[in-house]
C-alpha cells in the first residue's frame, strides 16, 4: 500500500547524516521509496538507489524501516532516511561558491 505523498516533496534540504558521504549535501525530496518504485526498498531487487541504501543502512546502522524518502542529490537519484532530513526547514546557501570566487579574487588582484 502506498504512502501519502511526503509532506516535504519538491524541497531541497541539508541532509544531516552519520554518513559522511552524504552529511551536508543538498538533498531534493521527491517522495517515500515506496511512493517512488512501487515496494519497500527491503523488497527493490536490482534496484541500484535501494542497493546503495541497504550497504548504507548496515554500514551507518540505519533504522530499518520503510520511513525511506527518495529524491536528487546532484541530478542522481539517492534513497536516505527519514532521521537524515533535519525537522528545522534550512535553505542551502546557493550563492556560496559565487562569494568564495569574489573573494579571492579581491585578495588575489595584483
Given at each position: 500500500m502506498l504512502k501519502p505523498r511526503h509532506p516535504r516533496s519538491r524541497e531541497t534540504v541539508i541532509l544531516e547524516s552519520v554518513d559522511p558521504e552524504?552529511?551536508?549535501?543538498?538533498?531534493?525530496?521527491?517522495?517515500?521509496?515506496?511512493?517512488?518504485?512501487?515496494?519497500?526498498?527491503?523488497?527493490?531487487?536490482?534496484?541500484?538507489?535501494?542497493?546503495?541504501?541497504?550497504?548504507?543502512?548496515?554500514r551507518h546502522n540505519l533504522p530499518v524501516d520503510d520511513n525511506v524518502v527518495g529524491g536528487q542529490i546532484n541530478g542522481r537519484s539517492n534513497l536516505v532516511h527519514e532521521s537524515e532530513?533535519?525537522?528545522e526547514r534550512k535553505k542551502p546557501n546557493r550563492q556560496g561558491w559565487v562569494f568564495a570566487i569574489i573573494s579571492w579574487l579581491k585578495r588575489n588582484k595584483g
Open positions: 552524504l552529511n551536508g549535501k543538498e538533498f531534493l525530496i521527491e517522495d517515500y521509496c515506496e511512493n517512488l518504485i512501487g515496494r519497500s526498498w527491503q523488497d527493490a531487487g536490482t534496484n541500484p538507489a535501494a542497493l546503495k541504501y541497504a550497504l548504507r543502512n548496515v532530513i533535519p525537522l
